[in-house]
């Protein structure tokens, strides 16, 4: 029975209408497949009761990247580096003859200086004995690659002594003239070389008597090559440009040429073995020297003991009779086998000389008192370049 406001007489017994159940704030997902931790909003969003396994930031990855690549530049490179270029000298070079050029693109033995210049030293030690300098993409013959930090080497005239690994390159392209469209040839104390044909940066300072190739010009621009496969650029002036494969020519009045361009030394630093204007020494002049005029000199002081034509000089007064570019040689007070210093006439009665207790290659009278002096150690006199 139900009363007025039609509710249900619980004592009839009879059920009543169904109650409507009223659902708040999130409930259960009773949606078959539906993960048991879980839960819906009253729109049918999943809300999840435990937490969430997240994928790795993006950010984080990059940084560990970054970290890797500063890793590898700092700790790595450093010693793959370390060790130097990768020199193969050949088999059993020690015990061969100076080689002839050949061709250059099938020696293995072969480096190539990289510096404006690199000294060579009598042992595998800086503090050695300086026995010659060797010049910007001079190439040089590979001995003995053993020592971690320098190499023995062979110069072109036979000498032998010690250069560092970083004087120096294993990559020779930029001594092949194949493919070149012409030979340089500083005349100048130093030619710049740039990074850029217009507004570069300093790449090195060539010295004279240098020798390497261009592949190609642009009024009075030169693209060159480099040691280590580089290139940079250079004007014209200062340098002589010849076919790739032509030799230095060799000029008339070549002993008036050979004293003029000594000069260019003159007042430069002495130092044993230097062959630059930054250090010098009278063998190294001569040999620079000669280059420019197309003769090979040696740099090593007692192969020019023995080169040339031998002039006789009785005394003193025999100096006078001698011709421009005679080189003398003065043996040490103490000792008659050993050159104490070089000296080369030049025009007006003078003599260009290293004189072992002074500072710069300079000019002496042949009637000063220190030529008188000279004079008693004459070791002997030699006149290198033939008359022309």
Request: charged residues 25%; negative net charge; glycine residues 8%.
């Amino acid at each position: 029975m139900v009363d007025g406001k039609g509710r249900q007489d619980g004592a009839s017994g009879q059920a009543g209408p169904d109650k409507i159940e009223i659902r708040r704030g999130i409930v259960p997902d009773e949606t078959p497949g539906a993960a048991p931790d879980t839960v819906s909003d009253q729109r049918g969003r999943p809300v999840y009761l435990t937490k969430v396994k997240r994928r790795i930031p993006p950010w984080l990855i990059a940084v560990t990247v970054f970290a890797t690549l500063l890793a590898g530049l700092f700790l790595v490179v450093p010693l793959l580096v370390e060790g130097g270029p990768d020199f193969d000298p050949g088999p059993s070079l020690e015990d061969t003859p100076p080689q002839e050029p050949g061709d250059l693109a099938l020696r293995q033995d072969l480096a190539v200086v990289k510096l404006s210049s690199a000294p060579l030293l009598a042992e595998p030690d800086r503090r050695s004995e300086r026995i010659a300098e060797a010049l910007f993409n001079e190439g040089v013959t590979l001995l003995d690659s053993s020592d971690q930090v320098y190499l023995k080497v062979r110069l072109e005239e036979g000498l032998e002594g010690y250069m560092r690994r970083d004087h120096l390159s294993a990559d020779k392209s930029s001594l092949l003239p194949e493919n070149k469209i012409a030979k340089i040839l500083v005349r100048i104390p130093a030619k710049r070389v740039m990074s850029h044909a217009r507004l570069g940066s300093l790449l090195v300072e060539a010295p004279m008597g240098a020798i390497f190739y261009a592949d190609y010009q642009n009024g009075d621009l030169l693209r060159v090559c480099l040691p280590d496969g580089e290139t940079g650029w250079i004007n014209s002036s200062g340098v002589l440009l010849l076919p790739p494969l032509s030799p230095i020519p060799v000029e008339d009045k070549a002993r008036q040429l050979l004293v003029a361009t000594l000069l260019a030394f003159q007042d430069s630093p002495l130092v044993p073995g230097g062959a630059t204007t930054r250090g010098i020494s009278p063998e190294g002049a001569l040999y620079v020297s000669g280059l420019l005029n197309g003769y090979r000199l040696s740099r090593d002081p007692y192969a020019l003991l023995k080169s040339g034509e031998a002039v006789e000089v009785p005394d003193l007064a025999a100096l006078s009779d001698l011709e421009e570019a005679d080189v003398l040689f003065f043996h040490a007070p103490s000792d008659p086998g050993r050159i104490q210093s070089i000296a080369i006439l030049v025009s007006d009665g003078q003599l260009l000389i290293g004189s072992p207790n002074k500072p710069t290659l300079r000019l002496i009278d042949l009637a000063s008192p220190e030529t008188a002096g000279l004079a008693e150690r004459i070791m002997a006199v030699r006149r290198l370049i033939s008359r022309s």
